[in-house]
Every structure is written in structure tokens, then in C-alpha cells.
């Protein structure tokens, strides 16, 4: 079945797929439509999409995972407040999982963060790139998980149907958005939790912030106008672009009802990083920014991309690399529901 165990019953989980590292997407994120791997979207995004985003389904032939692999830990280490947090509300609400899928996990940070809030639990990290699996196991073996710690490497939303028991907890953290019937994959998702199981869906929360609306450079608000532009690019290129791509409203928890789940509602947690910010803050700032100015260039005017270029050069001192003004703000939402 394609599915690493590590000292455990062969048949004690299943395969999956998706990167979920638990951030919101944006014109940086490097994940695509058939993974589902949690990331951010880039400056400013507020749908858990973004421009960048490289992983998914039609995404995965051109992509190199292993060099994606660093920079996708990296944001995922940097939102472990945030999932941490995330991660404590849920088991409020499942206190006792015996199995937790991670749909979508990438390198599996956020599968290892959740071994560790669910101690007693099997965790499957299920994702469509082997590169990050291995990335997966090799965090779970540095933190003594291996124990009780599967991989399983499969495409949404048909490789949930290789998982070898139903889900008590499933979380998929940006993966949905990737996928052209997002209704039917949730119905998917519905189907192969656990009587009584909890479904975790990342998707939304508000746009992320990174500067003052007034930079000193360029015309002010310049990051209202990249969320405007990276919505457009959304809807007109990234949607659209999916195979079978079907329109839905976001209503998420309204989404989580109609496929048959039932005590829908949604938290919003919050990632407050203030300036100065580390040397992991900026990096991850840069690269989002970075991603923007590949994805957007066709939906931002000249003067906006020339701003964007200055806060790119490592030589200009009013670039990211030097601003002392530099901060991270992200919000992003979970949507639960139980079978």
C-alpha cells in the first residue's frame, strides 16, 4: 500500500496525501492541488491559498520536493505556536483519538506537533510527495515517534480509501482549496472518520500582515493591493487551473453540514510575531514576498512591482533584509465538525 510503518501492525493506518503545515497560503506557498499541504499563502493572503503555491495534484511533475523541503519545515517550525494552539482547542474536543490522519502533511511538522498532543495516538502523515514523507519520518524517529508513527503516500481525495481503519481525528490544513470538487472531497473526508470522529479543516483566516501600510517607499497600502491582486489571481488562474474545478461558496462550516457531519463550528488562532523578528521570520517574509512577485506580476501595476523589487534587494536598506519594522501577523481558521 505504499505505507511505511515503523514497528507497528501493518494494517494500523493508511496512505494519504497533502502537505498540511498549518499556515496560510499565498502567493508563496509551495503547495499545489493535490497535496493539500498546509501552508501560507503569501503577503497578505486570506484564503489559505496562494500564488505560490506549489503543492497539489496537477503541480507535482515540475516541482523538486526535496529542495521545496527546507523552506516548507521552515514556515511550518514558524507557525508551531499558532498549531500548537490549534491542536490544544481540538482536543478539547477529541480528547482520546486512536488515530489521527495529518491529510496533506509535507514534511510532517505539524504530524509530529500532533503526536505530541495526542500522546496515546497512531498518527498517518498522508501525503502525494515521497521526498517529504521521508522528511516526515526522519523528524518522527528524532522525536522518538516512531513507535507510532506511519506514512502513507497517496493522492486526494481517492487515497483516503487506502487508509486501513477509519480516522478519530483528521486534520487537512490547506489541502482542500486544491481540490476541484472541494464538496465531494469533504464528503470523502466525511467518510472515513471514526463514528463519533472530528474533522479539522485549515482554510481561511485573514490576510497576513508583514510591514506598516506606509513603508516610506512606493504609495502606502501596498499590501491591501496585494490581497486584492492574489484574490484575483485565486479565482481567474489558480481555481480555474484546477482539473474539474466546480465553483463553491466558502461557507466551510455550511460545507461541513451538507456532507453529513454535524456540530460544525470554526476558531480562529492567531500567530503574533513583533519586530524585530527573527532571522526564520524574515526569511519566511522574503520568501512569500518572492512568490508574490512570480504569481502576481500580471495583477499588480508597475509602480507597486517596482516597490516590491526594492523590498526584494538585499542591497537597498529599505528592503526586507534590513527593515527594522519587519513583523508577522497571520490569523488562520479551523473549521471542526463530528461524524
Not at 68 to 78: F, I, K, P
Not at 127 to 156: I, K, V
Not at 290 to 300: I, K, N, S, V, Y
Request: with cysteine.
Amino acid at each position: 500500500m505504499g505505507q511505511h510503518h515503523h514497528g507497528q501492525d501493518p494494517h494500523q493506518h493508511g496512505h494519504g496525501h497533502g502537505h498540511g503545515c498549518g499556515q496560510d497560503h499565498g502567493p508563496g506557498d509551495a503547495h499545489g492541488p493535490g497535496h493539500g499541504h498546509g501552508h501560507a499563502h503569501g503577503p497578505g493572503d486570506a484564503h489559505g491559498h496562494g500564488p505560490g503555491d506549489a503543492h497539489g495534484p496537477g503541480h507535482h511533475a515540475d516541482l523538486d520536493w526535496a529542495e521545496l523541503a527546507g523552506y516548507l519545515e521552515g514556515q511550518a517550525e514558524l507557525f508551531a505556536p499558532l498549531n500548537r494552539q490549534a491542536a490544544a482547542w481540538l482536543a478539547t474536543r477529541q480528547p482520546e483519538p486512536g488515530l489521527v490522519v495529518d491529510v496533506g502533511s509535507g514534511p510532517g511538522v505539524v504530524s509530529c506537533l500532533l503526536a505530541e498532543t495526542f500522546p496515546g495516538a497512531r498518527v498517518v502523515a498522508l501525503d502525494g510527495s515521497g521526498p517529504l514523507l521521508e522528511r516526515a519520518r526522519a523528524r518522527a524517529e528524532e522525536l522518538g515517534l516512531t513507535d507510532r508513527f506511519d506514512t502513507l503516500e497517496a493522492e486526494l481525495p481517492d487515497g483516503l480509501g487506502d487508509l486501513d481503519y477509519p480516522a478519530d481525528l483528521m486534520w487537512a490544513s490547506r489541502s482542500l482549496h486544491h481540490l476541484g470538487d472541494q464538496r465531494a472531497a469533504l464528503a470523502a473526508f466525511a467518510e472515513r472518520l471514526a463514528p463519533g470522529g472530528t474533522l479539522a479543516v485549515v482554510e481561511g483566516g485573514l490576510p497576513s500582515r508583514f510591514l506598516p501600510r506606509d513603508l516610506g517607499i512606493g504609495r502606502p497600502g501596498l499590501q491591501s493591493r496585494i490581497d486584492a491582486a492574489e484574490d484575483r489571481w485565486f479565482t481567474e488562474r489558480m481555481r480555474t487551473s484546477v482539473p474539474g474545478s466546480v465553483p463553491e461558496t466558502e461557507d466551510w462550516p455550511g460545507l461541513l453540514t451538507a456532507v453529513g457531519l454535524r456540530d460544525a463550528t470554526s476558531r480562529t488562532f492567531l500567530l503574533d510575531l513583533p519586530a524585530p523578528v527573527s532571522d526564520a521570520a524574515r526569511a519566511y517574509a522574503v520568501g512569500q514576498f518572492q512568490r508574490a512577485r512570480g504569481t502576481l506580476a500580471d495583477f499588480l501595476d508597475a509602480a507597486d512591482l517596482a516597490t516590491v523589487d526594492r523590498l526584494l534587494d538585499a542591497d537597498d536598506k529599505a528592503s526586507l533584509h534590513h527593515r527594522t519594522d519587519l513583523f508577522v501577523l497571520a490569523a488562520q481558521t479551523v473549521h471542526v465538525a463530528r461524524r
